[in-house]
């Protein structure tokens, strides 16, 4: 029961914060320079009556704080609007591109996971040794790189020079793939951004993984499983590993927006259709409604994923209680 109350409770006070998040979101898209009216119009222009006319149909002949106010009981209201550049629901075009993002980020960010976490252990084993030196190398490297950059030469040479993997896209639209062969053209499509992504984000996890496994395995809980007569391997995954998790959860939770930002980075860079390129474009565009409802729903997004690491939290340690 203390777990339900402590759910709920988190669910309530994201609407506060939902609404912290709609004004500051509002007052940043509005200040950036340029307007979807110039965009839709184009280089030819047009007369003032015709710019005052859709103005009134946009609603952006209103004061802001009135635009604020409408704008606010409207996202409350569940409705994020209608893009101003395709006329659709915001809601639906977000709800379109996010299953392709998902899989881009939960594919990378299991990747990133699992080899952050096993080559931290391994560096963590014999620290200072010639594996622990060049392990810290390596997390440092990949954690440098630029993910533009990095997409960009994963593009050059195994797309272009190799020739081994497609450059863009999710499918190839020619062949016109159904059932297991789409699933698998898809994959295959998916290989140079889920690398990319994956080199960029696995330093973090590495180095944290590092350091807490450190600090954990000169406690005395650790000796005493030494002194029990157990394994190496052991005494590492089931002792120290899961109290070490701990503070990887935490960072890598709040990494959440990182990561999203990143997506923006890689889908652009390898025309991936998700979330990160409708971003794009509606930035390019000042498309108002749609970049504020991405990013709102960007906002509910980290909200939850920050909900589940304090979830995680109860199964990684016992002692923790949601009361």
């Not at 698998?184 to 690398?195: C, K, Q, R, T």
């Not at 390019?284 to 909200?303: E, H, N, Q």
Request: net charge neutral; charged share 10%.
């Amino acid at each position: 029961m203390s777990l339900l109350i402590f759910v709920i409770r988190r669910l309530i006070y994201t609407v506060p914060l939902l609404v912290c998040a709609v004004t500051v979101i509002f007052i940043l898209v509005h200040s950036a320079p340029g307007n979807p009216i110039d965009y839709i119009i184009g280089e030819a222009g047009a007369d003032s009556e015709l710019v005052a006319r859709l103005r009134a149909e946009m609603g952006l002949d209103q004061p802001l704080p009135i635009q604020l106010w409408r704008y606010v009981l409207q996202v409350l209201s569940g409705n994020l609007g209608y893009s101003l550049v395709s006329s659709a629901p915001v809601l639906d075009l977000i709800l379109e591109r996010f299953p392709a993002t998902l899989l881009l980020m939960a594919s990378q960010y299991t990747l990133s996971a699992i080899i952050g976490v096993l080559l931290g252990v391994l560096a963590a084993r014999r620290p200072n040794s010639p594996l622990d030196t060049a392990l810290t190398f390596l997390s440092l490297t990949s954690f440098s790189l630029p993910i533009f950059w990095l997409g960009q030469m994963m593009i050059l040479a195994f797309g272009y020079h190799l020739d081994w993997f497609p450059i863009q896209g999710m499918s190839n639209l020619r062949e016109g793939y159904t059932g297991w062969r789409y699933a698998l053209d898809v994959a295959y499509h998916m290989v140079l951004p889920v690398v990319t992504l994956t080199i960029f984000n696995l330093g973090l996890i590495m180095r944290l993984t590092r350091a807490s496994m450190l600090q954990v395995v000169g406690q005395d809980f650790v000796k005493v499983a030494y002194a029990k007569g157990h394994s190496e391997r052991t005494v590492l995954l089931h002792h120290a590993l899961r109290n070490a998790l701990l503070p990887v959860v935490t960072v890598v939770g709040l990494e959440i927006p990182g990561l999203i930002a990143g997506a923006v980075l890689a889908e652009t860079v390898f025309a991936w259709p998700g979330l990160g390129r409708l971003t794009f474009d509606a930035i390019t565009a000042r498309d108002y409604p749609l970049l504020m409802g991405m990013f709102i729903f960007i906002s509910f997004f980290v909200i939850v994923a920050n909900l589940l690491v304090d979830l995680i939290y109860g199964l990684l340690d016992p002692r923790i209680r949601y009361q």
